[in-house]
């Protein structure tokens, strides 16, 4: 076979395999329009397991990639030796910091993480070396065969010697990210009443089940690369990496692959530079799948925070000053850690009016895994301390949980800490108000029929019923949805209309929202078609910007709308120009073309047959402001509201629990696709239960002691309370569709609900999260 | 690597007697996460979950015990008819892992393992199991207490192969209890049996994971079968709590990154306490409506 079709039968497989993993993560047609529950077009296939996760791509010919990481929290490599590697058969690629042609780090914001270490390893886990060869255990003897001398330092592990800075920096850049400082108000204002108290919360890791894996293709000559990857921003991803290997944008080409989860943990570049790297070096395509265990080291996590707030409120309940002191640890890379902080310092207040205001925040480096984007984005942290809070204070004023809290209810016109007037649709009240209305479980503990496997303990058969105490508690919420500080998160589509049929072409990492299946809903829904056709999503088109921060309903479903807009007026002025009717007065009517002032209805499907209207649509979010030095500034875009009530019933002797039921009152603005919604909200409050009473990265001195699915524990379906869920359908004149970013808002207030109903159960002070048995039981 | 999948005894104990250094598999719900994970290398491998003689199991009511072969899985274990011979233990098979774990995993591995943490273990040592070995041309039988020497350890030898495992099929309450951080598919932080034989006017209690072994309790022991009255089913409420505190003495636990000492002892003592109130339920302090 001569070399010329050895490449092609390599790209022949290669496109097959893709387009397999392409058309898995695209999808069969669905049926329905704007407001409907259509089937996701992805479901049955992920529900069957015929669908092709990234980590099921493959290429003929391809080589399998490996990374080595670090042992020490902090150490200064003094030598590597790689010949060991070399010497070992069906090795094609043995590469460190040496061999990074481009920038040699990487970030998000700041770019200070290293493709691979050269100095300093900073964590355990830090990739130090990688290898490609013909076999996943042949990269694992080439990697067991580099020598690397390291000299051992002392880690920094304590945040607070980065704020007090008293401990020598890890970093060029110094060991704080950002320190911001909210002043508003008159700050000596002060109460009848006031309480205080210090919070912590643990590092929750997003637990995707798909892991992390990408498949590289160079181009031949290695002037360019294409890359298949699960990943939430594709084009984010590009330019990073395409400055990493000193390539145009342009030269790197990324398809997303079947994406199984993000949660925040796939915003951040993982394996897709040591991919790209190794495809260029060898000529090959590369592929590179982490295991549990690698996955726990090789993405950012939840930021732990440490919180202190002090509210001073009237002997009526109502807040007059919030103080906080809030550091969060954001481990040894910069990552998103600064636009964290600023969610935490922003959201403290809660969904609470307040005039006064002292926060102080800071977000620092330690020798601990890096952490970054998590569903809730710094907001999770700051609401389990303000919502504690607000009990805290209920019960200093002689209040009930929800009267305090309806009492501070801010609403629209309202102005936040920052200054920021809340322009959104804010149903704080509503959402309280209807989360009280629904039914408390009408089942007693254990259950009707005495199913000892719905007590605490659940299948360990621990206790009998006698022993439970049922508990109840609130949580609300506020958070911002897309991007703040000035950034301009746009998103792109473009909508092709032919033939009756709609075709969109938009990069929106779909990472489980379900963007392909609305996106489909919107197209019906403007121009009255049928049939929608999801093109690859790759960076063939514009940037969709993140699928995170609750906002690709709102910015990709505005660029797809705003795309079938412009097509529909090309077809109104067609559908005009053809039967002499002024386009102005045309509209679309089921699947029809309709005159709303005269007889003439033309099917869309006839009126496009033989045309083709095409047009690209870019959605901008109204522009933001960056806090000045007091943390004054209109730095978010737009906000949300959730209010939980949680259920508890909790073994006191033992401190286990078993969270029987969570209420819910969402804000979503319009809910355009109702079963989606509620998967939101049931899977967020899956992720909240978990931070609430078992999901955390146990580190001790730097070292993680539990990177498996053995210690680190997720809610298993016995875990996973009764969810009801009313949905406040209150349409956002801002949003382009009325409807807000529900992601992220059913994981934030949940976590507080939770606690507070084990407080309400057992009677004691529990300031931490996850809540251990031994906080119970002690 | 070379597997040898063994469909008869002899096949198996023929294979182990070639290559002694050879790793057996029965269910691998154990081993292929520890290969996985890079913790455990494997030359080569001796699979026994096909071999007929380990996966039945026996029930000889003239001398009142129960044989259970070695590839026997907690499914089955979980289940009629054995479930009604050895209730503590089929408790215990309910909380291994998920129903997925429960197709594959089995007894013998779980008594090979020798994890302190193995679910169905306190149950083995709380009714006195004998543990059947055999290898190329010889048997032995070894009780239960004396199979583990630490966590991980055995008395098993090279070429040596845990065949079966046999209980006493006994008269009177028993009862597994496990704590873990998680309702169901989670480790065990503590773990006890508490097995009555009405026939010798005995109470036997067991523990998991808190100690390098699991433990017997025998103070605790010997303070309920004097207190107990087997033929009314009742006990003094006051030792129910002296029963928790001697069993919760006689826990060695440690600290980690699962749990505290004091929290696992604690857990023993609870544990203790509840499973002897639901042994003799009239004598209860609390709990009584159980």
New interface residues.
Partial sequence: MSAASVQASVQASVQASVDAAVDSAVGAPVSGRLGDSPVRPDGVAKVQGSFAFSGDLSADGFLWGATLRSPHPYARIVSIDLSGAWAINGVEAVITADDVPGKPTYGLIDQDQPVFASEYVRYVGEPVAAVAANHPDTC?RALEAIRVEYEVLEPLIDPERCVDGSFPPIHPKGNVFRHQRIVRGDVDATGDVMVEATYEIGMQDQAFLGLEAALAIPDPGGEGVELYVATQWLHEDRHQIAACLDLPDEKVRLTLGGVGGAFGAREDISLQVHTCLLALRTGRPVRIAY?R?ESFLGHVHRHPARIWMRHHATSEGRIVKVEARIVMDGGAYASTSSAVLINAVTHVQGPYACENAVVDGWAVRTNHLPCGAMRGFGVVQACFAHESQMDRLAAACGLDPVEIRLRNAMQTGDRLITGQVIENVAPVRECILETAALPLPDEPVGGHDGDP?RL????????????IRRGIGWGVAIKNLMYSEGFDDYSTARVTLRDGVASLKFATAEVGQGFVTLAGQIARSVLGVDDVVLEPIDTTVGSAGSTSASRQTWMSGGAVDGACRLVREQLFAHVGAVHGVDPLRLAIAGRDVVDTMGDLRVPVAEATAGQVFEDTFEHHHRPTEELDENGQGNCHTAFAFVAHRAVVDVDP????V?VVQIATAQDVGRALNPLSVIGQIEGGIAQGVGLA??EEI?Q?DGRV??A?F??Y?L?????MPDVVATLIEQPDPMAPLGAKGVGEPPCISSTPAVVAAIRDAIGKDLTRVPV???DI?? | MSVTVALTLDEALTALATDPAATVLAGGTDLMVELNGGHRRAASVVAVNRVRELRSWRHDPAAGTLWLGAAVTYTEIAQEPIAALVPALAQAARTVGSPQIRNAATLGGNVGTASPAGDGLPVLAALDAVVHLASAGATRDVPFAEFATGPKRTVLQPGELITGVTVPVLHGYQGYSKVGVRNAMVIATASACLAVDVASRSVRFAMGSVGPVILRAPEAEAIAAAAADFDAGTIPSEVVERFGAAAGAAARPIDDHRSTAAYRRRAIEVLARRLLARAFPAGAPIGGDA
């Fill in positions: 694992r295991s265990e496997m605490p303990g659940g299948a360990g058969l621990t206790a009998d019923r006698s022993h002797e033992l401190g286990l078993k009473v078992m146990v001790i002691r539990n498996n053995t210690d524990l809610p298993t379906f016995l875990d251990r048995p031994s039981a002690f």
